[in-house]
């Protein structure tokens, strides 16, 4: 099997040769920027043997041929923005970076779709396509995340409510497999019934199936107003049982969020921003587009009957860039906010009708476990972000707790959260992947013919097991 | 008290502003417009001004129906009257003539007022003329970016920025003054906010009503040219091995930038 170990000195001057010598990194203090992603904990850190950045799908391709040849574990990776631990070498052997591969092609808009190099990173993405008048609409959070990580997590993210998530967006792709060999799925099609849809295999694969090197992805049109509304609430109940009346009032905003009130004064604190409002104890954030001021405020006042009918305290409105993008630099900043007191983010996706019955049981186990466990997410696409956190909140102040009182807890609260998301026929994971973290619970929610049905496909695809080994699944259990 | 707010309409500053090079203007077609930030700041410091002593917001805005929208805003935000000065001229960017309209109106129509509060300056133009000459034909007391003001009966402390320290300053009113960010944090309009300013019914005053002569009237600047400015070169990357790179990097700051 993998050689798990020294890479010998032949092989690194045959990667040398590949990609250039100073695109081969096997520097100690360089590389530990490789060894994790966002979240990871340190203890499923691993420092890769080698970094190699290449520069085209044909130093990809020879890379990633040689691994296979020498049987050495390839771990690709992209902005590292993720949570899971899906870009950590874990097997050891090499980092493929894609980060050199930073190129958007084209944006073609007669066809509305643009083709991008795997390492562009959506902060550029959004700004190319906005310059062409166009809207790419799946917005996964963090920005500096790279094309590529974001279809090989099958990324969501907040405005997935009305525009879906990154999987509706991906018409085409450039992959290179474990044999070298590059194949081309998809196109700028916007129909294909041609066979098995080799595409979809690789959207959320988490780098296991093939290296992703490029990618047609579809646009729309810019819609012309957006607004985002700011409803307090005094109880979570109340804002979470306004989600199914909302949406079932034939209007589809882009994004439905629920945060309760403790986490966004926290984050206000963080960043010295300041939240629209100040009453009630939690909030929905709502986010509307529509094709005219009319339109739109006709969409906001039919969403505000329903909120107020809920027993909303008042709606307050963003609408001016500004004031929006302040509204959801504090919603996306939550993470960053309460990050170094997080043990563990949940990412379960549950029908959108049981959502309010999930964060009633999130709020059961908090008080059995007496612990803190800020649930906020996606009200309207059924993904809760549940963080277990080491601190406890007493009134409005973060008092920790040792360690050893967390320790048992965290996986007894895990477990519970995840039973019950089972219950309620839910996954484990809405947006973020299974990397390793998630590897344990997957059998919880996925038949057993499932996942053979899946380990048989990683074997057609990469029989020596050398891309990502370990991720998802275990190949040997 | 009877608080003035002077408001105008402005792209957004996130837009992307292109030029009519043969016309001399900037292209408006598929600009975001919105109400100047600094004089969003001069419009909550009047509502926070009611709120504490009670009286009356009117906003008032030169220009075309366009500008109803900001107008609009500003009565969602919670001022209680909005009068439109209508002049339909196109972008003069000539502050004189902007700040002759406003006195003649607080001469002859709206005189009753304590406080007439306008942004520093607006975006866009970046002039911070109009406020000035406006207390100067009207001979009031000015004190310009204002970032913090108290009122107490018919006497007014401001305080303002300067090079290393705040400076304290005392006035009378009736007086104008221009909000600097930091003066507040303005508020979020309501949905209900925004449906009673919907409904509300904004004056218009045309210009000809104010029998300003033709002269008056007449700009007194020209725009010659509109340039974009150049864009900003790219930075240079060191690549390489942490240690090449750094050497690289530290000739450069020597022998290039001449920084070391």
Redesign the interface.
């Known amino acids: 099997m993998n050689k798990i170990g020294k890479l010998d000195g032949k092989i690194i001057d045959k990667l040398k040769g590949i990609v250039g010598g100073?695109h081969v990194?096997t520097?100690q203090?360089?590389m530990e920027d490789y060894s994790h992603d966002e979240f990871s904990l340190s203890d499923i850190s691993r420092m890769p043997e080698a970094v190699v950045k290449p520069a085209s799908v044909q130093e990809v391709a020879k890379v990633v041929k040689m691994a296979n040849l020498e049987k050495f574990p390839l771990t690709p990776r992209g902005g590292a923005t993720g949570l899971c631990g899906g870009c950590i070498p874990s097997a050891g052997g090499i980092v493929l970076s894609l980060e050199r591969m930073n190129n958007i092609i084209e944006i073609d808009k007669h066809n509305q779709m643009a083709v991008v190099e795997a390492g562009v990173t959506l902060m550029n993405f959004y700004e190319a396509v906005e310059?062409e008048?166009l809207f790419f609409p799946p917005h996964p959070g963090e920005e500096s995340a790279f094309m590529g990580g974001v279809i090989a997590t099958n990324a969501g993210g907040a405005r997935a409510v009305k525009y879906g998530v990154i999987r509706n967006y991906v018409r085409g792709l450039e992959v290179v497999l474990p044999s070298g060999k590059i194949i081309h799925p998809g196109g700028k099609l916007m129909k294909s019934s041609t066979g098995y849809n080799l595409m979809n295999l690789f959207i959320g694969s988490e780098g296991t199936l093939g290296i992703i090197t490029r990618a047609v992805i579809q646009l729309m049109p810019e819609p012309r107003e957006s607004r985002s509304?700011?409803i307090p609430y005094d109880s979570l109940e109340e804002a979470i049982e306004t989600v199914p009346i909302l949406m079932s009032s034939k209007i589809i905003p882009l994004a439905v969020e629920f945060i309760p009130k403790d986490v966004i004064q926290i984050t206000e604190r963080f960043l010295n921003k300041?939240w629209?409002?100040t009453d009630g104890s939690t909030y929905l954030l709502i986010i509307l587009d529509a094709d005219s001021r009319e339109e739109m405020?006709r969409l906001?006042?039919t969403v505000?009957d329903i909120c107020l009918n809920k027993g909303a305290l008042?709606?307050?409105?963003?609408?001016?860039?500004?004031?929006q993008e302040q509204v959801l630099e504090i919603r996306s900043k939550i993470y960053e906010a309460i990050k170094s007191i997080t043990l563990e983010i949940l990412d379960i996706v549950v029908p959108r009708a049981e959502i309010a019955l999930h964060v009633k049981k999130v709020q059961e186990v908090a008080a059995k476990y007496d612990i803190w466990l800020p649930t906020f997410g996606h009200a309207a696409d059924g993904n809760v972000h549940t963080h277990i956190m080491k601190v406890k909140l007493v009134e409005g102040r973060l008092i920790p707790f040792p360690e050893k009182e967390w320790v048992g807890k965290m996986d007894r609260v895990r477990e519970e959260l995840y039973q019950d998301c089972k219950i309620r026929k839910g996954m484990i994971s809405g947006e973020h992947g299974i990397g390793i973290v998630k590897k344990p619970y997957l059998s919880l929610v996925l038949d057993d013919a499932e996942i053979q049905l899946m380990k048989g496909i990683k074997r057609v695809f990469d029989p020596n097991n050398i891309l990502n080994p370990g991720k998802i699944f275990d190949l040997k259990s | 008290m009877n608080i003035f707010v002077f408001v105008k309409r402005v792209p957004?500053?996130?837009s992307?502003i292109r030029i009519d090079h043969k016309a001399n203007k900037i292209i408006k077609d598929?600009l975001?417009f919105?109400?100047s930030?600094y004089d969003e700041y001069a419009v909550e410091e009047a509502l926070r001004l009611r709120e504490a002593h009670g009286g009356k917001v009117t906003v008032f805005s030169v220009g075309a129906d366009e500008v109803n929208i900001i107008l609009k805003k500003c009565l969602?935000m919670g001022a209680d009257e909005a009068v439109l000065l209508k002049d339909d001229t196109p972008e003069t960017y000539d502050g004189l003539r902007t700040a002759k309209i406003i006195a003649k109106v607080l001469k002859d129509k709206f005189m009753d007022y304590d406080l007439l509060l306008f942004g520093r300056l607006s975006i866009g133009a970046d002039n911070g003329q109009v406020q000035t000459m406006v207390a100067q034909l009207l001979d009031l007391p000015q004190i310009n970016v204002v970032t913090k003001l108290e009122i107490e009966g018919n006497q007014g402390t401001a305080y303002r920025e300067i090079e290393g320290a705040s400076e304290k300053v005392a006035f009378s009113l009736p007086a104008v003054l221009s909000a600097q960010k930091g003066l507040n944090?303005p508020?979020?309009?309501?949905?209900?906010g925004?449906?009673m300013a919907?409904r509300k019914e904004i004056p218009v005053l045309p210009l000809e009503d104010l029998g300003m002569s033709a002269e008056e009237l007449a700009p007194l600047m020209e725009v010659v040219n509109l340039e974009s400015p150049p864009p900003r070169k790219a930075g240079t990357v060191f690549?390489?091995?942490?240690e090449?790179a750094a050497k690289k990097l530290a000739q450069f700051l020597h022998e290039e930038a001449k920084v070391i």
């Not at chain 1, 008042?314 to 004031?323: E, G, H, L, R, T």
């Not at chain 2, 508020?187 to 209900?192: H, N, Q, S, V």
């Not at chain 2, 690549?239 to 942490?242: K, N």
């Open positions: 100073t990194i520097d203090e360089y310059n008048g509304l700011i300041k629209p409002s405020d906001s006042e505000a008042d709606v307050f409105v963003a609408d001016s860039p500004q004031k | 957004d500053t996130e992307k598929g975001n919105v109400l930030p969602a944090e508020r979020y309009e309501t949905l209900k925004i449906m919907k690549e390489g091995e942490a090449a």
